[in-house]
């Protein structure tokens, strides 16, 4: 049958015809079937940290919407020319996976956190966006829902690489605060950037939107001159050198969110009675101006010295550190985050205008100093000396000063 005649019977001539060369392939190179899709959960603010680098840390969500068994075998982080911003694979990569079932593999229709980290050297010009590049494996499952390989004889390969959609780098600076407490030897637990500690890893869909509200939270609990957190008995409050210390507003604002109806629990336990509404135990929220707010949780009942609506100074004494909500142990819980509500909320970074740091805490150490009140083994080199407009660090030991 001559072309024209066939053509006139077919509703798609046109298109065979004129946009013959894009239809040539279903994918077209740049398209690669991932089986996997990313997304990320807010775009990255940088933050000057205590290592004197510029940090970006964010996360992505992976969804597997696969009947295939899908491994991590690298992620990268790429600029908008391709050039490796960050590299994770192995064991590296696992530790900044959080997967259902563990491991760095993805069963059939699950998702994945993965919890980046990208630094540069302070002063360097940030790319405009970040992509994240990534490798995975699939595999077939088996009758039993277990992975059983890949064959060969597949249409597509087993192994991928594939870069996801840039996402927009923030420009906005780090807002400057004063610090919380004050006193020396405060180390900051749960800090950020590298490790998926319990603030990092607590991503949580609020009104059905994922929210990492503890980006950048630090739980800050203070040292004794034997770098212990407590003496005497670990059920009881007065033992740690934390309890009672004053906190402090980190900014002049207007006080948006207050809870004070919780008792203290008992240190060295698991937290009672623990409700959405007293899990941050008694806590106020202060809006410091600029889209930030300050969140200060496990307050003294009872000590908060402000009530909603209330403008306070930096620097007023806002409550007593106690050991309310859900908590193990007396200590301040502090972050910066974008609303009034300490959950439903994205976490921003903040830098302190000044400290002095006296080095980082070995986080093997950390088990034996909770159960039986145990010195701390501390690198008193590492990120020791003044640090000023810097974010401390994970596990860093701090001296706010008078
Ligand atoms: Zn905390």
């Given at each position: 049958?001559?072309?024209t005649?066939?053509?006139?019977?077919?509703?798609?001539?046109?298109?065979?015809?004129?946009a013959?060369?894009?239809?040539?392939?279903s994918?077209?190179?740049?398209?690669?079937?991932?089986?996997?899709?990313?997304?990320?959960?807010?775009?990255?603010?940088?933050v000057?940290?205590?290592?004197?680098?510029?940090?970006?840390?964010?996360?992505?969500?992976?969804?597997?919407?696969t009947?295939?068994?899908?491994?991590?075998?690298?992620?990268?982080?790429?600029?908008?020319?391709?050039?490796?911003?960050?590299?994770?694979?192995?064991?590296?990569?696992?530790?900044?996976?959080?997967?259902?079932?563990?491991?760095?593999?993805?069963?059939p229709?699950?998702?994945?956190?993965?919890?980046?980290?990208?630094s540069?050297?302070?002063?360097?010009?940030?790319?405009?966006?970040?992509?994240?590049?990534?490798?995975?494996?699939?595999?077939?499952?088996?009758?039993?829902?277990?992975?059983?390989?890949?064959?060969?004889?597949?249409?597509?390969?087993?192994?991928?690489?594939f870069?996801?959609?840039?996402?927009?780098?923030?420009?906005?600076?780090?807002?400057?605060?004063?610090?919380?407490l004050?006193?020396?030897?405060?180390?900051?637990?749960?800090g950020?950037?590298?490790?998926?500690?319990?603030?990092?890893?607590a991503?949580?869909?609020?009104?059905?939107?994922?929210?990492?509200?503890?980006?950048?939270?630090?739980?800050?609990?203070q040292l004794?001159?034997?770098?212990?957190?407590?003496?005497?008995?670990?059920?009881?409050?007065?033992?740690?050198?934390?309890?009672g210390?004053?906190?402090?507003?980190?900014?002049d604002?207007i006080v948006?969110?207050?809870?004070?109806?919780?008792?203290?629990?008992?240190?060295?336990?698991?937290?009672?009675?623990?409700?959405?509404?007293?899990?941050g135990?008694?806590?106020?929220?202060?809006?410091?101006?600029?889209?930030?707010?300050?969140?200060?949780?496990?307050?003294?009942p009872?000590?908060?010295?402000?009530?909603?609506?209330?403008?306070?100074?930096a620097?007023?004494?806002?409550?007593?550190?106690g050991?309310?909500?859900?908590?193990?142990?007396?200590?301040?819980?502090f972050?910066?985050?974008?609303?009034?509500?300490?959950?439903?909320?994205?976490?921003?970074?903040?830098?302190?205008?000044?400290?002095?740091s006296?080095?980082v805490?070995?986080?093997?150490?950390?088990?034996?100093?909770f159960?039986?009140?145990?010195?701390?083994?501390?690198?008193?080199?590492?990120?020791?000396?003044?640090h000023?407009?810097?974010?401390?660090l994970?596990?860093?030991?701090?001296?706010?000063?008078?």
């Amino acid at each position: 049958m001559p072309m024209t005649k066939l053509c006139r019977a077919v509703i798609m001539c046109a298109a065979m015809t004129v946009a013959a060369p894009m239809l040539a392939q279903s994918l077209k190179p740049n398209e690669v079937f991932s089986s996997l899709a990313l997304s990320t959960l807010e775009p990255p603010n940088p933050v000057l940290g205590a290592d004197n680098r510029i940090h970006l840390a964010y996360e992505l969500l992976a969804v597997n919407p696969t009947k295939l068994f899908l491994t991590l075998d690298q992620v990268d982080v790429v600029d908008p020319s391709g050039a490796v911003l960050s590299s994770m694979k192995g064991d590296r990569l696992g530790e900044m996976v959080v997967a259902t079932g563990g491991g760095r593999r993805l069963a059939p229709g699950t998702s994945a956190y993965v919890f980046l980290d990208v630094s540069f050297p302070a002063g360097a010009t940030l790319p405009k966006t970040v992509s994240p590049r990534v490798t995975l494996t699939r595999e077939r499952a088996d009758a039993a829902g277990k992975p059983a390989g890949y064959p060969s004889t597949e249409p597509i390969p087993a192994t991928v690489t594939f870069t996801g959609a840039p996402v927009t780098v923030g420009t906005k600076p780090a807002i400057v605060i004063a610090a919380p407490l004050r006193g020396a030897n405060w180390v900051a637990l749960n800090g950020c950037c590298d490790a998926v500690t319990s603030h990092r890893g607590a991503v949580m869909a609020i009104n059905g939107q994922l929210r990492v509200p503890e980006r950048f939270a630090i739980d800050w609990m203070q040292l004794d001159g034997q770098d212990r957190l407590y003496s005497g008995p670990v059920g009881t409050l007065t033992s740690y050198f934390s309890f009672g210390h004053k906190v402090y507003s980190v900014a002049d604002g207007i006080v948006v969110n207050r809870y004070d109806q919780t008792f203290e629990q008992v240190p060295g336990a698991a937290a009672k009675e623990i409700t959405p509404a007293n899990i941050g135990g008694n806590m106020l929220v202060v809006d410091i101006g600029g889209g930030h707010y300050a969140f200060y949780a496990h307050l003294q009942p009872g000590s908060l010295m402000f009530k909603i609506g209330d403008k306070v100074k930096a620097g007023d004494v806002l409550a007593l550190l106690g050991n309310t909500g859900n908590t193990d142990a007396p200590h301040l819980h502090f972050h910066v985050m974008d609303g009034t509500s300490p959950l439903d909320a994205n976490g921003l970074p903040y830098v302190f205008r000044q400290f002095n740091s006296t080095g980082v805490l070995d986080i093997n150490s950390a088990d034996a100093m909770f159960a039986k009140g145990a010195p701390g083994v501390i690198d008193r080199k590492m990120l020791a000396g003044t640090h000023r407009n810097q974010m401390p660090l994970n596990l860093q030991v701090v001296d706010f000063g008078p």
